[in-house]
């Protein structure tokens, strides 16, 4: 197995890097280095400009080459964007042995078959994740290797993406020298690092809230039943509060950073922020807060419109898991159980040693969990294909997420 396993988390603001190693068996991961690069050539997620952002991965992988004393060749890669659906999708085939035992090449063939779906020619599906198998009729079954039957049959979610972003993404990302050991739907990234398998047997929804989208992922009895990225995030805020305190982007960010939260201020409390040049600006305490909860209390109103979707609103046992740089603020733990009722917390890196508690950097290190295990299950790189490398069901069946 290697011995070094990088993430690449590319996002609308920043580009975020992990390198890690294995601390032994079975004994999760260890974060060596990581870095950080103003993202460019992305907006809401999506990549539209390769070659801008091609640079500016080279310049974090060189900086990361220097940390690490070695050469990087391959990262596990996030796709992100509004472009990113979910759709159910059904394969059928006949058990090829004829003692009817169902082998591992009659799972691949099913997981095949469920993606001739019938879509628009822009689009194509990223992975294929199963929710179960149905053998001669008989549903809910997780692993159907070994069992005896004439017909299997799965009930798959598909996650498919606009085709023109996926290509953007690759190209840019080969033109950095680096190749693709998998490239990874932006929500799922965090659900890697952050959600044990209790907690998505149970039932549960990792919000992450970027900079420019959100990424939300549910699971319930082990299996992602929704996905969906919203195009509203923490930029939305420092936008809002630009407006409001009729200051620049730079400055309300700085401000947002320094003095925002989502719980209601009390009294009239006034805070003054000298900018250059000298100028000052003015604000009660309170009006920042109200600016910054009503943006955040539309974004978690649209997430619960998402899990409205899969009647999960209001009925998630292990709750929501948040992630991301926008869940950074003061109080919004809080104000989050008072929108979701249900219970609230930001993510805590499992089996990952070393961790940044950044929640910014969860995604990056749920990439590099997902690196690791592509090598435990011996797949391979895809950077090679890039034409068709994700339109088909992955070497290492991944029969249940993460």
Same mark, same amino acid.
């Given at each position: 197995?290697? /011995?070094?396993?990088?993430?690449?988390?590319?996002?609308?603001?920043?580009?975020?890097?992990?390198? =890690?190693?294995? !601390?032994?068996?079975?004994? %999760?991961?260890?974060? *060596?280095?990581?870095?950080?690069?103003?993202?460019?050539?992305?907006? @809401?997620?999506?990549?539209?400009?390769?070659?801008?952002?091609? @640079?500016?991965?080279?310049?974090?992988?060189? $900086?990361?080459?220097?940390?690490?004393?070695?050469?990087?060749?391959?990262?596990?890669?996030? *796709?992100? %964007?509004?472009?990113?659906?979910? /759709?159910?999708?059904?394969? &059928?085939? =006949?058990?090829?042995?004829?003692?009817?035992?169902?082998?591992?090449?009659?799972?691949?063939? #099913?997981?095949?078959? =469920?993606?001739?779906?019938?879509?628009?020619?822009? @689009?194509?599906?990223?992975? &294929?994740?199963? !929710?179960?198998?149905?053998?001669?009729?008989?549903?809910?079954?997780?692993?159907? #290797?070994?069992?005896?039957?004439?017909?299997?049959? /799965?009930?798959?979610?598909?996650?498919?993406?606009?085709?023109?972003? &996926?290509?953007?993404?690759?190209?840019?990302?080969?033109?950095?020298?680096?190749?693709?050991?998998?490239?990874?739907?932006?929500?799922?990234?965090?659900?890697?690092?952050?959600?044990?398998?209790?907690?998505?047997?149970?039932?549960? =929804?990792?919000?992450?809230?970027?900079?420019?989208?959100?990424?939300?992922?549910? +699971?319930?009895? %082990?299996?992602?039943?929704?996905?969906?990225?919203?195009?509203?995030?923490?930029?939305?805020?420092?936008?809002?509060?630009?407006?409001?305190?009729?200051?620049?982007?730079?400055?309300?960010?700085?401000?947002?950073?320094?003095?925002?939260?989502?719980?209601?201020?009390?009294?009239? $409390?006034?805070?003054?922020?000298?900018?250059?040049?000298?100028?000052?600006?003015?604000?009660?305490?309170?009006?920042?807060?109200?600016?910054?909860?009503?943006?955040?209390?539309?974004? +978690?109103?649209?997430?619960?419109?998402?899990?409205?979707?899969?009647?999960?609103?209001?009925?998630?046992?292990?709750?929501?898991?948040?992630?991301?740089?926008?869940?950074?603020?003061?109080?919004?733990?809080?104000?989050?159980?008072?929108?979701?009722?249900?219970?609230?917390?930001?993510?805590?890196?499992?089996?990952?040693?070393?961790?940044?508690?950044?929640?910014?950097?969860?995604?990056?290190? %749920?990439?590099?969990?997902?690196?690791?295990?592509?090598?435990?299950?011996?797949?391979? &790189?895809?950077?090679?294909?890039?034409?068709?490398?994700?339109?088909? #069901?992955? @070497?290492?069946?991944?029969?249940?997420?993460?």
């Amino acid at each position: 197995m290697k /011995t070094h396993f990088i993430g690449l988390d590319i996002g609308s603001a920043s580009l975020k890097m992990i390198a =890690a190693k294995p !601390q032994g068996e079975g004994e %999760g991961l260890e974060i *060596i280095a990581f870095g950080e690069e103003q993202s460019a050539g992305v907006r @809401k997620g999506a990549v539209v400009n390769p070659e801008e952002l091609a @640079k500016r991965i080279s310049a974090l992988k060189t $900086r990361l080459e220097q940390t690490i004393s070695r050469r990087i060749e391959e990262a596990v890669v996030s *796709i992100g %964007g509004s472009h990113i659906f979910i /759709t159910p999708s059904r394969g &059928v085939v =006949a058990v090829s042995r004829a003692d009817g035992q169902i082998s591992q090449e009659d799972v691949e063939r #099913v997981l095949q078959a =469920a993606q001739a779906l019938s879509l628009p020619s822009n @689009k194509e599906i990223l992975e &294929v994740v199963p !929710q179960e198998f149905i053998v001669d009729g008989n549903g809910g079954v997780k692993e159907a #290797v070994g069992m005896r039957g004439i017909r299997l049959e /799965t009930e798959v979610a598909a996650i498919c993406a606009f085709s023109p972003y &996926v290509k953007h993404l690759s190209d840019a990302v080969l033109a950095s020298g680096l190749e693709i050991a998998d490239i990874v739907p932006a929500p799922l990234a965090s659900a890697h690092a952050l959600l044990s398998p209790n907690q998505k047997e149970s039932g549960v =929804a990792l919000l992450d809230v970027g900079a420019a989208t959100c990424g939300l992922a549910v +699971f319930e009895e %082990g299996d992602l039943i929704h996905l969906a990225v919203l195009p509203i995030g923490s930029d939305n805020i420092t936008q809002d509060i630009a407006i409001g305190l009729r200051t620049v982007p730079e400055v309300a960010e700085i401000i947002k950073k320094e003095y925002g939260s989502c719980l209601s201020s009390q009294g009239k $409390r006034v805070e003054r922020v000298q900018i250059e040049g000298g100028e000052e600006i003015k604000f009660p305490r309170k009006l920042l807060t109200y600016i910054i909860a009503s943006r955040m209390q539309e974004i +978690f109103q649209l997430a619960n419109k998402e899990l409205k979707k899969v009647a999960r609103q209001g009925k998630l046992p292990a709750g929501v898991i948040l992630a991301g740089g926008g869940v950074k603020l003061p109080g919004v733990i809080e104000f989050g159980k008072k929108e979701f009722r249900v219970s609230v917390k930001r993510g805590t890196p499992q089996g990952i040693w070393n961790a940044q508690a950044d929640p910014a950097f969860f995604g990056a290190m %749920g990439l590099v969990r997902r690196a690791y295990e592509i090598a435990e299950s011996g797949g391979g &790189v895809h950077g090679s294909r890039p034409g068709n490398a994700w339109k088909t #069901v992955k @070497k290492a069946i991944r029969v249940f997420l993460p």
